[in-house]
């Protein structure tokens, strides 16, 4: 939920908000973009994935209002979804942060290797993280929740939210790299395929989040924390493929 209180335009709200939600996913963020070292993409294009990436953020709140909506169950079927949040927001926010990467950045002349897939759906998702962990923070602060509180939460979604995000972008990203070469048809149906698992990894978050009041967070961290160190194999697999002409060979 967006903060509402005019209280967390404060400068000190929002400093800190910043230092809490901000920082520490740009650590996150060159820590994954030093895995694209041979041929790393431009920094202006990065920074533009970025920027996107928390400007999403918004277009997703829209969203996910939009089918919570009781007006929903005059569409049909779709009026299911009303019931369901923790499997509209992830349907909402994977499919956000896709479509930016297939259908503005995609279109750029430097996602010309397999990596470079990788490279950018991490970069979104970072951007959508620490959006999406500002408004959560200055909410907490419009709260007026405890300073222990609100280092614990901003922790919690630096551990949780961010992770959550950066693995199920990378999930995407790794099903576009490993087909980068192949033909168009093969390549659409193993990155949708990967934004389906996405949404599925996604979904049981929330729902195990939710319905566990948060007292699954410490295994579910672990869980998210073994998929990191997966997606950094999967890095180095992907970094094989080097040209069209050796992929079939270094699979």
């Given at each position: 939920m967006l903060a509402t209180s005019t209280s967390v335009f404060n400068p000190y709200f929002l400093f800190s908000a910043f230092l809490i939600g901000f920082l520490p996913v740009l650590i996150w963020l060159f820590f994954w973009l030093s895995?694209?070292?041979?041929?790393p993409e431009p920094r202006s294009l990065i920074f533009s994935t970025f920027v996107l990436g928390m400007l999403s953020v918004f277009l997703a709140y829209f969203l996910e209002s939009?089918?919570?909506?009781?007006?929903?169950?005059?569409?049909?079927?779709?009026?299911?979804?009303?019931?369901?949040?923790?499997?509209?927001?992830?349907?909402?926010?994977?499919?956000?942060?896709?479509?930016?990467?297939?259908?503005?950045?995609?279109r750029n002349r430097h996602l010309d290797e397999?990596?470079?897939?990788?490279?950018?759906?991490?970069?979104?998702?970072?951007?959508?993280?620490?959006?999406?962990?500002?408004?959560?923070?200055?909410?907490?602060?419009?709260?007026?929740?405890?300073?222990?509180?609100?280092?614990?939460?901003?922790?919690?979604?630096?551990?949780?939210?961010?992770?959550?995000?950066?693995?199920?972008?990378?999930?995407?990203g790794v099903g576009w790299a490993l087909t980068f070469y192949q033909g168009a048809r093969r390549r659409i149906f193993a990155t949708l395929t990967a934004l389906v698992i996405a949404i599925a990894l996604h979904t049981a978050f929330n729902f195990l989040i939710?319905?566990?009041?948060?007292?699954?967070?410490?295994?579910?961290l672990v869980a998210l924390w073994m998929a990191v160190f997966?997606?950094?194999?999967?890095?180095?697999?992907?970094?094989?493929?080097?040209?069209?002409?050796?992929?079939a060979n270094n699979l």
């Open positions: 895995e694209d070292r041979q041929k939009f089918l919570r909506s009781p007006s929903l169950d005059l569409i049909g079927w779709t009026g299911w979804l009303t019931t369901l949040p923790y499997l509209n927001m992830a349907i909402v926010e994977e499919v956000v942060k896709f479509s930016i990467i297939a259908f503005i950045i995609g397999p990596i470079d897939a990788m490279v950018y759906m991490i970069t979104v998702a970072l951007g959508f993280a620490s959006m999406e962990n500002m408004l959560f923070l200055l909410n907490s602060l419009a709260e007026k929740e405890a300073v222990s509180m609100f280092l614990f939460t901003g922790g919690l979604r630096f551990l949780g939210s961010t992770i959550l995000h950066t693995v199920c972008s990378a999930v995407i939710i319905m566990s009041g948060g007292q699954m967070m410490l295994p579910i997966f997606i950094l194999f999967l890095f180095e697999l992907v970094k094989r493929i080097k040209t069209k002409t050796n992929f």
